[in-house]
């Protein structure tokens, strides 16, 4: 059981957008910046998004997070195949005093 | 460019010891904190803790406190995560990555996001 949730899945067109929830609570998300991340099999993790709404340098703006409360939201617009993979989202849980993940998102590009 | 590149795939049996490495080059090793995350079949990503190469200082997620041992070779900006017994259950994909120190006011801490990663190392422990 992850301290983070996330849904399991979610699918839209080419071309569309989607947005992808990452739900914790006031010891983690609600105290602490989020970051997002995306996984694809046989390939290093690469990290999409920190302190909650920022972009590393190379991640298209077509990457977006935003936060509030102790919800965090990944959008992705211009949906392309190639988006297809898992994500996962993250931060720091006071309470804990460990890196807390969600248990990840299969984005399907349909 | 900063990159981490990390050992290759193992199999082991249990009860085997175990280290496996993550190099990092096109920065100074000393610089970022390494965090180490595992990945177990099918399921999602689990912290677990991670090396100061600068000192070797380490923190470890209670769930893997006492099973594993992170250290690091500055000499060869290698870091290492090592196991004396394995079991079936550390079948797993392993992650090293970096994180950015900062400091302000007089104490520095670390960045909780991971940039970049290495590919990852999958160890298989089966009897």
């Known amino acids: 059981q992850s301290v983070l949730t996330q849904p399991p899945s979610v699918s839209a067109a080419p071309g569309q957008k989607v947005t992808i929830s990452c739900s914790g609570g006031s010891p983690n998300i609600g105290r602490n910046y989020v970051s997002w991340y995306r996984l694809l099999p046989g390939t290093a993790p690469k990290l999409l998004i920190y302190d909650d709404d920022k972009r590393p340098s190379g991640i298209p703006d077509r990457f977006s997070g935003s936060k509030s409360g102790t919800s965090a939201t990944l959008g992705i617009t211009g949906l392309q195949t190639g988006d297809e993979a898992e994500y996962y989202c993250g931060t720091w849980d006071t309470r804990l005093s460990v890196v807390v993940f969600g248990g990840g998102t299969k984005l399907t590009v349909l | 460019e900063v990159q981490l590149v990390q050992s290759g795939a193992e199999v082991k049996k249990p009860g085997e010891s175990l280290r496996i490495s993550c190099k990092g080059s096109?920065?100074?090793?000393?610089?970022?904190?390494i965090t180490w995350v595992r990945q177990m079949p099918g399921k999602g990503l689990e912290w677990m803790g991670r090396?100061?190469?600068?000192?070797?200082?380490?923190t470890y997620s209670p769930s893997f406190q006492g099973h594993v041992t992170f250290s690091a070779d500055e000499s060869i900006s290698t870091a290492y995560l090592q196991w004396s017994s394995l079991k079936a259950s550390d079948t797993a994909m392993y992650y090293c990555?970096?994180?950015?120190?900062?400091?302000?006011?007089?104490?520095?801490?670390?960045?909780?996001?991971?940039?970049?990663w290495g590919q990852g190392t999958l160890v298989t422990v089966s009897s």
């Open positions: 096109g920065y100074t090793f000393t610089s970022y904190w």
């Open positions: 090396i100061d190469p600068s000192d070797s200082y380490t």
């Open positions: 990555a970096t994180s950015q120190r900062y400091c302000s006011g007089g104490s520095c801490s670390v960045y909780n996001w991971f940039d970049p």
